[in-house]
């Protein structure tokens, strides 16, 4: 049977993709992301899952620019997963290799329970994935060391889902996963946020106190941090915060109590108040 091995959580700023694909990552700006993010690759090579779903929001770059499609939650139902052009070319990394087979039983039984997904048997992914991958799994890969399938959850327009809704649809991810026949090892990464507002007059907002109670409490008491409002979080986060319920899907599928591995913080990473957790069920 299928079984996830752990829940990740990283912010997905295009700025470090950038930087990294141009070899600019050197000097006093990145010295303490590049060594906060050591463990999370060592993870990754430790533990080798074999397929990561990557909970994620495009931002424009698929579900249209001009917005003619407001999606609140889909899957990628495809073979493979190119990554985006967002406006000056694809990024140089590997194209995500999909697993049709475990898609096509996710959303069989995400439906079953009542999660009326969106399926996309085309899907480009955009930073939303292909930074997270970079972060977790290096740089110069010539493919990258994991199946991908991406689970999207639509935050770039309002009204946004509920952070409750969020963490359901993760538990309904984990039953999903476990009844999978397939001996396969599972991670799932959510990503974005944390604070972080990229426009308006509140544009640079970074709140990492707030971040910092909010990420523990996601790991120690999510049933409180699943109630938060939306409102609370874009007033005390920013609106691109909001994007941190996508970090409820992964907990939503962790068990009830975890262990925490691995946590960084690092203010600022391009507008964004950087963060990164490894989370294992405490059963494992
Ligand atoms: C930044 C962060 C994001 O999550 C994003 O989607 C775009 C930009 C940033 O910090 O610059
Ligand atoms: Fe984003």
Redesign the pocket.
């Known amino acids: 049977m299928a079984k996830l091995i752990g829940g990740l959580g990283t912010?997905?700023?295009?700025?470090i993709g950038a930087v990294m694909d141009n070899k600019t990552m050197t000097g006093p700006y990145w010295e303490r992301f590049v060594e906060g993010i050591k463990p999370a690759r060592a993870w990754m090579k430790e533990n080798k899952p074999d397929v990561c779903i990557v909970v994620y929001n495009d931002?424009g770059s698929n579900f249209g620019i001009t917005l003619q499609n407001v999606i609140p939650f889909g899957i990628g139902m495809s073979k493979e997963y190119k990554p985006a052009d967002e406006g000056y070319g694809r990024r140089k990394v590997p194209t995500c290799e999909g697993n049709q087979k475990l898609s096509i039983h996710l959303a069989q039984s995400l439906l079953a329970d009542e999660f009326d997904i969106v399926q996309s048997y085309e899907l480009d992914v955009d930073?939303?994935v292909t930074v997270p991958l970079s972060i977790l799994c290096g740089e110069d890969l010539e493919e990258w060391p994991c199946q991908i399938i991406p689970l999207y959850v639509g935050v770039i327009q309002y009204p946004q889902p509920t952070g409750n809704r969020c963490y359901n649809l993760g538990k309904a991810l984990r039953k999903a996963i476990d009844s999978f026949p397939e001996d396969l090892k599972v991670a799932v990464i959510g990503t974005?946020g944390l604070s972080?507002q990229?426009q308006g007059p509140r544009a640079g907002l970074l709140n990492q106190e707030y971040d910092k109670q909010w990420l523990d409490g996601l790991i120690k008491e999510p049933e409180k941090i699943k109630d938060i409002s939306g409102v609370e979080l874009i007033r005390e986060t920013g609106s691109?915060g909001a994007?941190a319920i996508m970090w409820l899907v992964m907990r939503g599928a962790m068990d009830e109590e975890v262990k925490e591995v691995y946590k960084f913080m690092h203010k600022p990473?391009?507008?964004?108040n950087y963060s990164l957790v490894i989370l294992e069920n405490k059963s494992n």
């Open positions: 912010s997905h700023i295009p700025t931002h930073h939303g974005g972080h990229l691109e994007e990473v391009s507008n964004t």
